[in-house]
């Protein structure tokens, strides 16, 4: 069987010696890449997922090295060889697109002709005609700087560079995760495509489980540095074995679970690698564990290690439907948020940047209604101005058209009854204050007494234990900064709060812990909430009613199940097709938006839809209702059941 | 582009003004009337009176600017007080010799530096590292003057390698027709640049290192000195060329001191000897031309950043 593996990892350890600290961020990792085979390897933050790629190519951080097991390509040992010799011609590696993982400074067409190069010896001029081959076929027209093109294109050219030297093994690592969900749609494909049609063999770094439901053949899950499950992907799904894999699929939101059941949520975090226990690293946040559990290690038994296994898929066994009192208290607002007054109202608001002599028209004419108590979804692709109507919201920018209005009165200034909550918690509090200031600070700012109690208050609100309050933000993670910054956001007691990407920067099974929190505060607190997100599932589960952006506008509004059940814009249906969950329905949102600078004529959505008209460039469509309470900007609508 | 440069050179124009109006001003308040310095203290003041009105000094001194100013606009930078000759003779003859030393001084400075910061970057907090990072801060931490003493004793009275004064050729070549003698104030000069402009370029380096380009470098298989000379050199000295561009009139105030301890025949000296006779013409001619290298040299550096990264955007 072995001459048809490509890849064999055996028994893979590795440390991490930095000063005094040592971590071993993979320990004992098996794993097995058939020729052609796409390998899944998911896990959170810290579960040694990109360091076993890293170790594969020869390519781990200072004071690393790989302390045991082997790694076998084509039967031979990679760690005896000088990995410059593999690395970028025989084994590749996709990164994560970020602004700076291309030389700025040179061109396109260099980069990818550089490993040319360098692997096949060939002349500069023949590599340049070979870089051109290679990023023609990802789909890259033009040479040019990297700053002048946009994520979707750097991902391509990341992906043309490793594959030019046509590698046996490619590594990407998440390679999709900065992406739109239709941008990632179709690098996927891309990477599917050229790897079917070149024989080559894929590890698939990445935290996505919908991404590995539908592009792996086998699935490789971690956790702590170690290898928890691995099997074929069906069987992942389809028989779970692994108690961590069962709370990390049931901690997930998806399209198409019960909104009213509460997301399981793993507790805790994941563990500190440079302070290992014995025993099971999930012990300490599984609810099967045993004694045995925490003393001995579970061995891996070939398809999982685990001491209590489980059987079968995940159901909604292991979630908790809402508390009866909370479910209807939320039916109660969702009922009235109909005909209730509104309390937060965006009247035609327009924004708008300028840069030099162009002009990014953020929001061009935004109108919707929040109720008391009720939460509004705004989705839509990076670029399409939600995060700048977030900022109008709440008064932190002014608009240059139209009004937002909270309580009758127009909101120009940041104001304590609209609170904003932000994405990235750790770039969002201050480094240099300690906690209990950072949540006393806005206490003081109105000058509200009882500070202390106050802020103690908050902590139990949001699941905090009274310790945080004398430390930094550095010192707590990820999970615990964005619980501070749903405290700071609550300390005013306002009346609306704007979390714009609240989850985001979370791993998934923290997003979950938040998600029920910020569930739970709102109807705890009849908060009426603005929820800004790229990600469908996350606004689904917030969210009440929800409105779908596209370039400045709102192109479709409704409730949560008239907009995910029966979307009726042709760009909805497009994003709901283009999420990887399950079966593919419909046909997913194809390319990028154009530029906000010069939006399209008539319906700003008409350059990237499939019905599209003459008219639809001469006339906008108006905001026209469909039933009662779900309205839509689209000269052609969707009528149920033509969008799957 | 051209956009670009047209604007920045009407803002250096505009800047330069300024500059002139500020220091002719300065310079006039400071100074006592043209005819004492010139004529000497025992002259009678009816004699210094009739001089200041002759060469119209009595005038308000907006009407002397203009004056000035207009003739500066010919070329004409006046006549020295003291020295019989007119100011821009003065500053042609001595010019080019300042600039040479300015010019070897910034090259050695730059050519020391800039893979000095970049090793240092490569092998942080090492033994190199913490050594060059020491070096640095006492080089930096000492007056020229001092440093230049040291070299002198140490060099020229110790050892006997170097003499102790600079080349007193009137040509401007004299770094190469006379290297010998141009070696300490050469390293006297560049000594405190290296200094800054070694640490700038470490930390810029370290920027860059922790770019993901770099990796993505590393993972196509690149030798760690071909990701340092193709990928991270030319990114990692962007944020030089400005520092450069900034630090050229320091240059010239450096060699001020440099000159007059080396005895080199050049505008350092020239300024330094006018200062101490009261040559107000010639001083305010050197002033104006260290803003004018300011200007001039950020000009340069903004130009050259934009010319070097695509990104920034030209135009605006």
Known sequence: ?644 | MAKYVLHRLVVSALVMLGISAVVYFMLHLVSDSPGRIVLGQRVSPEAVAAFDHQHGFDRPVVVQYLDYLGRLLHGDLGRSYKLNENVSTLIAQNAGRSAMLSLAGLVLALAVAVPLGILQAVRRNGPLDRAATAVSYMLYATPSFLLGLVLIAVFSQQAGLFPAEASQSHSPWAVFTDPRAMTLPVITLAAGSVAVFAQHQRSSALDQLGQDYIRVARAKGLRERQILTRHLLRNACMPLITLVGTLVPTLLAGNVIVESLFNYPGLGLLFLNSLQREDYPLLLAYTLMGGLLTVVGNFLADVMVAAADRRIEVGR
Request: with cysteine.
């Open chain 1, 1 to 644: 069987m072995d001459s048809q593996k490509n890849l064999i990892v055996r028994g893979l350890s590795v440390e991490i010696r930095r000063g005094d600290r040592l971590v071993r961020p993979v320990a004992d990792v098996t794993l097995e890449l058939g020729r052609g085979e796409t390998l899944g390897i998911v896990g959170e933050t810290g579960s040694g997922k990109s360091m076993t790629g890293l170790a594969i190519m020869g390519m781990l951080p200072a004071g690393g090295r790989v302390t045991g097991g082997s790694i076998e390509l084509g039967g031979r040992d990679l760690l005896a060889m000088d990995p410059r010799r593999y690395r970028g011609g025989e084994v590749a590696m996709i990164f994560q697109d970020s602004l700076t993982s291309l030389n700025p400074t040179k061109k396109i067409v260099e980069q990818v002709a550089e490993p040319v190069r360098l692997h096949r010896g060939e002349s500069r001029r023949a590599a340049r005609e070979r870089a051109r081959e290679m990023l023609a076929r990802v789909g890259v027209q033009r040479d040019g700087y990297p700053h002048q093109l946009s994520g979707g294109q750097r991902q391509r050219v990341m992906i043309a560079m490793a594959l030019v030297c046509e590698p046996e093994v490619v590594i990407a690592d998440e390679p999709t995760t900065a992406l739109d969900v239709t941008i990632q749609a179709e690098i996927l494909d891309l990477l599917d495509e050229l790897r079917a049609q070149r024989g080559m063999s894929m590890i698939l770094i990445t935290h996505d489980m919908g991404v590995i439901a539908q592009r792996a053949d086998r699935v490789g899950v971690m956790y702590g540095g170690r290898l928890a499950e691995s099997a074929p992907t069906a069987e992942i799904f389809g028989r779970t074995r692994h108690r961590y894999t069962r709370a990390l699929l049931a901690s997930i939101p998806t399209l198409a679970q019960d909104k009213d059941e509460e997301l399981f949520s793993i507790p805790g975090a994941p563990p500190d690698l440079a302070r290992p226990e014995p025993g099971c690293p999930f012990a300490p946040r599984c609810d099967a564990a045993t004694d045995r559990c925490r003393e001995e290690l579970p061995p891996f038994t070939g398809t999982y290690a685990c001491w209590h296994p489980v059987d079968g898929p995940v159901t909604s066994a292991g979630r908790k439907r809402l508390p009866p009192s909370e479910t209807s208290e939320a039916g109660e607002t969702s009922g009235t948020s109909g005909t209730g007054e509104a309390l937060l109202r965006v009247v035609d608001l327009v924004r708008e940047h300028p840069t030099g002599r162009r002009t990014v028209k953020a929001v061009s004419g935004i109108s919707f209604e929040v109720a008391a108590g009720e939460t509004f979804g705004l989705v839509g692709e990076s670029g399409c101005g939600k995060s700048s109507l977030g900022r109008l919201l709440v008064g932190l920018d002014r608009p240059d058209g139209g009004e937002v209005v909270f309580a009758g009165e127009r909101v120009t200034r940041p104001r304590r009854a609209v609170q904003m909550m932000f994405q990235d918690a750790s770039a969002a509090l201050d480094p240099r204050m300690r906690i209990g200031r950072i949540l006393r600070e806005p206490l003081a700012i109105h000058g509200i007494g009882d500070r202390r109690e106050r802020v103690g208050r908050l902590l139990d609100d949001v699941g905090l234990p009274e310790s945080v309050l004398d430390r930094y933000p550095y010192e707590l993670s990820g999970g615990q900064r964005q619980r501070v910054g749903l405290a700071r956001a609550l300390a005013l007691d306002p009346k609306v709060l704007v979390a714009d990407e609240p989850v985001s920067a979370l791993d998934v099974s923290i997003r979950s812990q938040v998600l029920n929190l910020m569930r739970r505060v709102q109807a705890e607190r009849g908060l009426g909430g603005v929820v800004i997100s790229h990600d469908l599932a996350v606004v689904r589960y917030l969210a009440d009613r929800v409105g779908v952006m596209y370039l400045g506008k709102l192109v479709e509004t409704g409730t949560t199940d008239e907009v995910f059940g029966a979307a009726a814009h042709p760009y909805t249906a497009g994003l709901l097709a283009a999420v990887p969950e399950g079966e593919r329905t419909g046909t997913p949102v194809r390319g990028e938006p154009p530029s906000p600078v010069d939006p399209p004529s008539g319906c700003r959505f008409r350059t990237r839809c499939a019905l599209a008209t003459e008219e639809c460039a001469t006339t906008e469509p108006p905001m026209t209702p469909v039933t009662g309470t779900h309205r839509v900007a689209c000269h052609y609508p969707l009528r149920e059941g033509r969008n799957g």
